[in-house]
């Protein structure tokens, strides 16, 4: 397989059935360059210059014999097209084999301008599925390519209070050791293990999206990209440097009821053990 850079390796990337398949590698840095069969060349390097807003490097620079043009991102990957009278067939307005392109904000505004004012739908059909500070759209090329366009906003790392203040959870024997209750409105997750209470502020911190309760996994998920965190708010999941979940001060009052601040945020750093606030000790020796 060839890299950016031109290099390859020999190192087999699929394996058959008694093959041995190859330890992951960290090697790739990114891709080279995409080919798009399309019909009309001329119709296809307005859309890719236009309204994607590629620069054109020119027609026939490659060893390839069909007409061709070369699209180029201002990563320096490339976009090549090349002219056929019987392209791939496109399933059209399917998700199945789409491509993304990944903006900052400020080109993802200047793109939907652009979009709109060529006549496209700038709505985001999924917006429901997106998490708070990220934002899509998608296009069309002239011969039916989906072209997502995402971009992540600043929104991503923000601190989201949900203004419900100082939240009374109750009396604390309640609660039973290795519950999680889910405090909807509130936005966290009141953890009782057998070291006391801990209140889990429900934000993902990949990029703000609501977290789940699995209970059946023992753990809490984030549906957007994925991530996951133990019970204590680690991230356990495959995605890179994701902070450990924030926290809520959390107290026990004279009545035994659990009480938690959601106006205000505790970092844990990442190796540093949360701190659980012990049930109070009578109780708990009577259980
Ligand atoms: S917002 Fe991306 S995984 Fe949670």
Redesign the pocket.
Known sequence: MAHADGASTTAPLQAGHSAPIAAPTKEIRGFSHMVLEVQDLDRSERFYQDVIGLDHLGRGLLAEPRPHSLMKMNTGQLIVLIQHDNPVPIRPNTSSIHHAFLMTMDEYEAAQARFKAAGYDISDTREAFR????HSMDVFDPDGHRWQVQAFSEE?HEIIKSGQGVVDCGPFDKYRVGSVTTFGKANFFLYRSRRGFLALNRW??????L?THQPEHWRFY??????TYNMEGDHI?H?PD?PNLRLHPLSINADGHVLVDTDVFIERPADTPPEYVPAPEPALAAR
């Open positions: 998490a708070r500070g990220e991503q993902c911190r990949h990029a703000n999206g977290l984030c549906a957007f990209h994925g991530a999941g995605l994701i």
